[in-house]
């Protein structure tokens, strides 16, 4: 597709459980950028790689959540033993050029529902 | 952290009206930028300002960069159903940190 293809658009996890969010950039997108947006909040800054290379995880708010892009394409944001309160759209972002951080395009976001 | 202050949270208008919002801040950005976000999508960038005192236009829309780079403002002119929609600031902070600070949006409802 033309944007960011974020999967899957809705999840409903239960407290405990695993969950694995996957973001498609734009084809040809060096760098790729995680933000947790909570409800009636602005989004906040999770995580940004440049390729392969994870180069600001500071965002991230436990070791409980992860974040890879093995192959400079696809990113997966993973949630271990989910809370109520990771609970929020988690919006992914991806850019042509080197940094970035202001010429990226949103995808739609995965709402996550922890129950 | 660094925080952005956005005002007003919400605003109810009557299409043709126009509109102000702003973004403060206790530091220094290096680039102001506003959002638009409608329900179930993610932000699109309306306006990027790179530099101190900048003006810029873009249609209806206008935002400035403000002179000490701790504040912006947009504005919108001659407001229309269509601008409905929850509008960030956005800054990114000196030191070149790729990450962008979000404010809490202000939550525009036009009333034909």
């Known amino acids: 597709g033309a944007g960011v293809s974020q999967s899957p658009r809705y999840k409903v996890a239960k407290r405990g459980q695993d969950v694995a969010l996957r973001c498609d950039p734009i084809s040809g997108h060096v760098s790729l950028f995680w933000y947790q947006q909570a409800l009636g909040q602005g989004p906040e800054f999770l995580t940004y790689f440049q390729n392969e290379a994870q180069l600001d995880k500071s965002g991230l708010p436990s070791d409980r959540f992860f974040a890879e892009r093995p192959e400079g394409s696809v990113s997966t944001l993973k949630i271990q033993r989910t809370q109520q309160e990771d609970s929020a759209v988690y919006l992914c972002a991806s850019s042509l050029v080197w940094g970035g951080a202001t010429e990226a395009f949103f995808g739609q976001g995965t709402r996550l529902t922890v129950v | 952290g660094q925080q952005l202050n956005q005002s007003p949270q919400s605003m109810f208008i009557q299409e043709g009206e126009d509109v102000s919002m702003n973004c403060t801040s206790s530091?220094?950005?290096?680039?102001w930028l506003w959002y638009k976000q409608e329900p179930g999508e993610g932000p699109v960038l309306l306006i990027a300002l790179y530099k101190a005192g900048e003006l810029t236009s873009n249609g209806r829309l206008t935002a400035q960069f403000g002179i000490t780079r701790k504040d912006s403002f947009l504005n919108i002119s001659a407001s229309i159903p269509s601008d409905v929609g929850i509008y960030f600031c956005a800054g990114q902070p000196q030191g070149g940190s790729e990450k962008l600070v979000f404010g809490k949006g202000t939550k525009l409802t036009v009333n034909p």
């Open positions: 530091s220094i950005f290096n680039t």
